[in-house]
């Protein structure tokens, strides 16, 4: 049986993308969820460092140890660690926002980024410019740290976390051609930004999602 394996770090996201890759995955592909929730915890308290990377290249070979032919990480935060476990797993690894990140590179020179953790704010930043230089393009970066929000939304206060993010993205949006949401806890602020800007505005799970139906459609 073929298999892809989804590899998160918040719990909320394992539904969301049940839901998104409904009808996208082919029949006849099992759909596996992974959860370690510790993970993302871990690197917010200590910082990145070489425990974080062995974590995140045994929970990649762990899925593909059960067989995952695709492994897709939901995970911006552990962006880096991912390069290192692309090294030692054989199964092709798709970052959430590497779709993400190549799409704002091709949409003009000038680009924002929105975060509101720390942990996500250098690996974004590096993944834009990354794609960047593989497309041979010059780009300036403006990676956004939102105070307060991600506790907010840790917290239960999702209106407070939603006005600080949407504040911000519309201040970034003002310098920027392009507007990145850097997490897939920000997506659904896309739509409402996107009414409320001329500038494009960009979330990585449906472009990580229509990365996979692209991979599953080529065969």
Do not use: W
């Not at 001329?198 to 139906?213: D, F, H, K, T, W």
């Amino acid at each position: 049986m073929r298999r892809l394996a989804v590899l998160h770090t918040v719990g909320m996201l394992v539904d969301r993308f049940k839901g998104l890759l409904a009808g996208v995955v082919p029949t006849g592909v099992d759909v596996v969820h992974m959860l370690d929730e510790s993970l993302l915890r871990d690197l917010m308290r200590d910082g990145a460092g070489p425990e974080i990377t062995r974590r995140v290249v045994a929970f990649a070979t762990q899925a593909a140890d059960a067989g995952a032919e695709l492994i897709v990480f939901t995970c911006s935060s552990t962006s880096p660690a991912i390069d290192t476990a692309r090294q030692v797993v054989r199964a092709p690894i798709l970052k959430i926002d590497d779709p993400m990140a190549a799409r704002a590179v091709e949409l003009g020179p000038r680009i924002g980024i929105v975060c509101t953790t720390s942990s996500t704010r250098g690996p974004s930043e590096a993944l834009v410019r990354d794609h960047a230089a593989k497309a041979g393009r010059d780009v300036a970066v403006e990676a956004l740290l939102v105070p307060g929000a991600f506790d907010a939304l840790q917290a239960g206060r999702r209106d407070e976390h939603d006005r600080l993010v949407s504040a911000a993205a519309l201040e970034v949006a003002g310098r920027n051609d392009v507007l990145v949401l850097a997490q897939a806890s920000l997506a659904h602020l896309a739509e409402p930004l996107a009414a409320a800007t001329p500038r494009p505005v960009l979330s990585s799970p449906p472009l990580c999602v229509e990365a996979i139906r692209r991979h599953y459609a080529a065969g």
